[in-house]
């Protein structure tokens, strides 16, 4: 008969036990799946490397398949957060800088002399909502960016970001191909759900 010794949460050596009983101290929450265990005087080896012990851990498998997940999600979530919150930053202020515009615009509030001027190049009160609409895009994009949401729409706010911001001292720019760098990585796409 198979004889099977464990080593336990307090770095001793337990055993011997029956492979029922390694089954039961596994259903039961006493060993993990990268417990050492050796059959009689053999090696050591993680319990997951027994198949014949196999059937007593669905259930911590499930587990830590879902932890490895979880810790490489969390890994995405760190890798963008920096971009999608200076997006973030970027488009809040695009967004009270084109209201506060539109308000000085309606209310007659602006020069003479630099109402003439946007005048000139064709900017009127259209182009500050247009701004604002896409930048609430950004906005929104980078916040689902954050929590690893919606590549597309990531992708999207990016792309806006350094065409509608890249008139902010090139900071639109800099998020934008920041952002677009860390979303084209292989390993964050197949994370984003």
Same mark, same amino acid.
């Given at each position: 008969?198979?004889?099977?010794?464990?080593?336990?949460?307090?770095?001793?050596?337990?055993?011997?036990?029956?492979?029922?009983?390694?089954?039961?101290?596994?259903?039961?929450?006493?060993?993990?799946?990268?417990?050492?265990?050796?059959?009689?005087?053999?090696?050591?080896?993680?319990?997951?490397?027994?198949?014949?012990?196999?059937?007593?851990?669905?259930?911590?498998?499930?587990?830590?398949?879902?932890?490895?997940?979880?810790?490489?999600?969390?890994? @995405?979530?760190?890798?963008?957060?920096?971009?999608? /919150?200076?997006? +973030? $930053? %970027?488009?809040?202020?695009?967004?009270?800088?084109?209201i506060f515009v539109l308000?000085?615009?309606?209310?007659?509030?602006?020069p003479p002399e630099i109402?003439?001027?946007?005048?000139?190049?064709?900017?009127?009160?259209?182009?500050?909502?247009?701004?604002?609409?896409?930048?609430?895009?950004?906005?929104?994009?980078?916040?689902?960016?954050?929590?690893?949401?919606?590549?597309?729409?990531?992708?999207?706010?990016?792309?806006?970001?350094?065409?509608?911001?890249?008139? @902010?001292?090139?900071?639109?720019?800099?998020?934008? /191909?920041?952002? +677009? $760098? %860390?979303?084209?990585?292989?390993?964050?796409?197949?994370?984003?759900?």
């Open positions: 008969m198979v004889e099977y010794h464990l080593i336990g949460g307090d770095s001793r050596e337990y055993g011997p036990y029956s492979e029922e009983e390694m089954k039961g101290l596994m259903s039961d929450g006493r060993l993990k799946v990268d417990s050492a265990v050796r059959v009689d005087d053999g090696e050591w080896k993680p319990y997951s490397e027994y198949p014949e012990l196999i059937d007593a851990m669905p259930a911590t498998m499930g587990q830590v398949s879902d932890n490895a997940s979880s810790g490489k999600h969390m890994a @995405l979530l760190s890798r963008v957060k920096k971009p999608a /919150i200076f997006m +973030m $930053v %970027i488009s809040a202020f695009s967004i009270m800088a084109a308000i000085a615009s309606m209310t007659g509030a602006i109402q003439k001027l946007l005048d000139e190049k064709g900017i009127g009160v259209e182009s500050y909502v247009i701004l604002m609409l896409f930048n609430i895009i950004i906005l929104v994009g980078a916040a689902n960016m954050r929590k690893g949401r919606y590549y597309g729409l990531a992708v999207v706010a990016s792309v806006l970001c350094i065409l509608c911001n890249s008139s @902010l001292y090139g900071l639109g720019l800099i998020a934008g /191909i920041w952002s +677009m $760098v %860390i979303l084209n990585k292989t390993e964050v796409k197949t994370e984003f759900r």
